[in-house]
Nanobody, 123 residues
Framework: QVQLVESGGGLVQAGGSLRLSCAAS????????VGWFRRAPGKEREFVAS????????YYARSVKGRFTISKDDAKNTVYLQMNSLKPEDTAVYSC????????????????WGQGTQVTVSS
C-alpha cells in the first residue's frame, strides 16, 4: 500500500500562486499514475491533473490548463502541483491519489488517497 501526504495549501489572493506537494511512501510499483483532485464546498470531486509514474506524461482538466503544472521528483517520490494565476473558483480541498490509468475513465480504480489540503483563493 502507498501512503500519500499532501502539503502546501493555504490562503492566497486571486492572481497568486501556490505549490502543493504529494509525498508518497510504501510500495511504489502497483499504480500507473498519480492524480490531483479537488472538492469545493457543495460540489462533486473533480479531476485537476495527473502524471504517469514511469513516463511522466501529464494531463490537465480544461479549467486549469495553462495555469497549473504537475511534475514529479523521482528521488523524493513526490508529485507537485504548481498553481499560478489562481482564481476564487479554485478554492477547494485538494487531494492526491494513485490511479491505475493516466486519466479518469470508467475503468479507473484508485489505490491510496492523501488527507487533503485546503486551498482558499480570496477575491
Amino acid at each position: 500500500q502507498v501512503q500519500l501526504v499532501e502539503s502546501g495549501g493555504g490562503l492566497v489572493q486571486a492572481g497568486g500562486s501556490l505549490r502543493l506537494s504529494c509525498a508518497a511512501s510504501g510500495h511504489m510499483f502497483n499504480f500507473y499514475a498519480v492524480g490531483w483532485f479537488r472538492r469545493a464546498p457543495g460540489k462533486e470531486r473533480e479531476f485537476v491533473a495527473s502524471i504517469t509514474w514511469s513516463g511522466g506524461s501529464t494531463y490537465y482538466a480544461r479549467s486549469v490548463k495553462g495555469r497549473f503544472t504537475i511534475s514529479k521528483d523521482d528521488a523524493k517520490n513526490t508529485v507537485y502541483l504548481q498553481m499560478n494565476s489562481l482564481k476564487p473558483e479554485d478554492t477547494a480541498v485538494y487531494s492526491c491519489a494513485t490511479m491505475n490509468t493516466a486519466v479518469v475513465i470508467i475503468e479507473t480504480t484508485f489505490g491510496s488517497w492523501g488527507q487533503g489540503t485546503q486551498v482558499t483563493v480570496s477575491s
